[in-house]
């Protein structure tokens, strides 16, 4: 059972949430449905954080296609068309661009087109490797993850202006082909920052999704909620003081210090569950989009970008040693206790 974790025990939810799970399960449109709302919610959070036309800080949308797609397969593919699809005239609206109908569904298309081929070039990819895995890969896979996700982020942002110039969203200029870059960059940060969240969220909305998820997941007994709470509030205070400092003093340098976050982030990755870690990366991400929105860094936008980025990828390599302390209690409890007997 510790080597091979598959049983009905893993995958029973709890007794209180089988009238939850078991609707979710008769009725497949409900889970279609709460995808595309969490999805539009948070392409909405990510257009309010918009610091030049078409680019946001970080862009969550492109988390959850990724992990949609690497945990249902072809299932994540039509929900997600339509959400491309309604973004695109919502977007209409909210830049007044009042395009006719016939080039707001070529262009929906077209990022339809886009966005998806490109995650599902690289979640499936990632999904092959997870596939042919095995126990002691999992610093490999953290590796691939890092290197894929950036690429398929590279990729769907080349997909995306190209899409946009075609369907003459944009203008077929220099400034139109740069943008690319911005482009890029907040899809990066929504795949490093959230897949792991999203993935996690998405087995409960799929119950029948997702089993070797389990295979990945640590054995760790969460700590104080109260200790917690004070890592957050160290990292936190870092922040505020950094983005503030650099907005009211007007220095571009001050700006880097921002990667000092790496420090209580460390702090939470090696003293905290992995779940933990991936919330204060989440937060972290969140409120640092904020401050560069609502402080006017966005000239700065590219660094505080970064940072998340680096912070991010830290956060994965630096669970490797939560991941060697808890194989070894699990080695030791093996070693103490009969697996079949439950005897010592």
Request: proline content about 5%; charged content about 10%; overall charge neutral.
């Amino acid at each position: 059972h510790l080597q091979h974790p598959q049983t009905k025990a893993d995958y029973e939810p709890p007794q209180g949430k089988l009238k939850i799970y078991s609707t979710l399960v008769r009725w497949p449109v409900l889970s279609d449905l709460l995808l595309i709302i969490i999805w539009m919610l948070l392409w909405k959070i990510s257009s309010l954080m918009e610091y030049a036309p078409h680019a946001s800080i970080w862009f969550p949308p492109a988390g959850l296609t990724f992990s949609a797609i690497l945990l249902l397969g072809l299932r994540a593919i039509p929900p997600i068309a339509c959400c491309c699809m309604a973004a695109t005239f919502w977007e209409n609206i909210d830049y007044g661009t009042q395009l006719p109908l016939h080039q707001l569904l070529e262009t929906g298309a077209l990022f339809a087109l886009a966005h998806i081929s490109a995650y599902a070039t690289g979640a499936c990819l990632l999904k092959l490797l997870i596939s042919r895995r095995d126990d002691h890969q999992l610093p490999s896979l953290l590796l691939a993850f890092t290197i894929i996700g950036p690429l398929s982020a590279l990729l769907a942002s080349y997909f995306t202006q190209t899409a946009l110039v075609i369907s003459g969203v944009i203008a077929d200029s220099a400034a139109g082909h740069q943008l690319w870059l911005p482009l890029w960059v907040g899809d990066l940060l929504g795949i490093l920052v959230l897949t792991p969240l999203l993935i996690g969220l998405l087995r409960r909305i799929y119950p029948r999704y997702g089993v070797w998820v389990s295979e990945l997941g640590l054995r760790q007994v969460a700590g104080s909620g109260w200790e917690f709470l004070l890592k957050l509030a160290t990292a936190a205070v870092l922040m505020v003081s950094v983005m503030s400092l650099t907005a009211s003093l007007q220095m571009k340098e001050l700006a880097f210090a921002i990667f000092f976050l790496c420090i209580p982030q460390m702090w939470i990755v090696y003293t905290e569950t992995p779940l933990r870690s991936g919330i204060s990366i989440a937060l972290m991400s969140f409120f640092t989009a904020v401050l560069v929105k609502y402080l006017a860094l966005g000239e700065d936008a590219l660094i505080f970008q970064f940072s998340i980025s680096v912070l991010a990828a830290s956060t994965y390599f630096g669970l490797l040693i939560p991941v060697l302390a808890s194989s070894n209690s699990r080695l030791r409890e093996m070693t103490r206790k009969d697996s079949l007997t439950n005897a010592y």
